[in-house]
């Protein structure tokens, strides 16, 4: 066999909105005022609620959480595009899509303050509650995707994950399955440059994660993800994709993390200064203010006017979750939540903590443990080894 050449296709591109406000006209999408409108109030409202969640971290009102901010564009264009039949997989950092999705600030919230009932709105809905250890959701998306497609459903799941994860073998295996099965997927990558202190030329050799797509044999595109209106067609033509049964799609969206890894990170001590201002300019709000500004949709005056609306809403929705959190906190339904129903060995641990709770008198009429469960024998257990 002499030597050749496998021609292995190639990836597309996408940029629409540049950084000074201005559209490629052939390109746009065909969005009302109102759309539009609504795109950049949901980007605001992320960007907002984010920086009023970090100075609550900082009083210590709620717990450490992953900041959105220079990535609303990538989210909120991929939650706009998506139907409410969508599914969507989520990892921890997609304030838009969840806000795109319905998601109320009350509810952010209390997830951030490690109340599950914050996920009570999840209940018949397409939507998967957060994913902090990296990539699984990309497994059990092609889990749901394949579900879709046995029940024949016009709809689609959507995985979110970033740069980092495409290093997981749950990336692999669940992209690898969707495209063997040829699945209603989309896998939607915000390369933000940065897995916590990992720069994301250290994650692959490959000179895009789009590029994976051809080794899975299915559609890649890299879209230029601080551009609301990019990423918003590129999602839909992938969904389009999905429910014609043509297949998955793998999105890189190519973004910046401006803020912290979490709020227990700092990223001064690894990355440059230089480079944190070389993103400033092409921030997704400002870039998609402009536009709205030049095209005449929006006004200085209407901007302030929605600023001021939104401050008072993240207020309001912060004494409603604080509110509810002070009259219903009861730190033994952490154990609820794991399984459907509790196995023994959580029974047991529930009534341990309980034990320790009440001694403590942290639960207002508390119970002694309960019956049958395991737990009155744990805790005689306990007593008789501290005795
Ligand atoms: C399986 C697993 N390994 C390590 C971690 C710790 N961890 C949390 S986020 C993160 C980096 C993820 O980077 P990326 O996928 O780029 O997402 P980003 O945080 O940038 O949104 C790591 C290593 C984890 N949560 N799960
Ligand atoms: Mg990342």
Sequence with gaps: MPRGKIELGSVETLSILDCKGTVDEGLMPLLDNKTLLKAYRLMLLGRRLDEQAMRYQRQGRIGTFAPNIGQEAAQVGAGLAMKKEDWFAPSFRELGVWLARGMTIKNYFLGWMGIEDGNSGLKGTANVPVAVPVATQCTYAAGIAWGIKLDKKKAACVVFFGDGATSEGSFHEGINFCGAMNLPAVYFCQNNQWAISTPRKKQTKSETIAQKAIAYGIHGIQVDGNDFFSVYVASIEALKRAYEGKGPTLVEAITYRRSVHTTADDPRVYRSEKEEKEWDEKDPIHRMRSYLEKKKILTKEDNEKLEAVIAAEIKAGYVEAEA?????????????????????????????????????????????????????????????AED
């Design 324 to 384: 509810y959190r002070n009259s219903n906190i009861d730190p033994l339904s952490y154990f609820d939540y794991i399984y459907k129903e509790i196995p023994p060995y959580l029974k047991w641990q529930k009534e341990i903590a309980r034990h320790h709770l009440k001694g403590r008198n942290v639960i207002k009429g508390a119970t002694e443990p309960v019956k049958g469960t395991g737990g009155a024998a744990a805790v005689g257990q306990l007593e008789e």
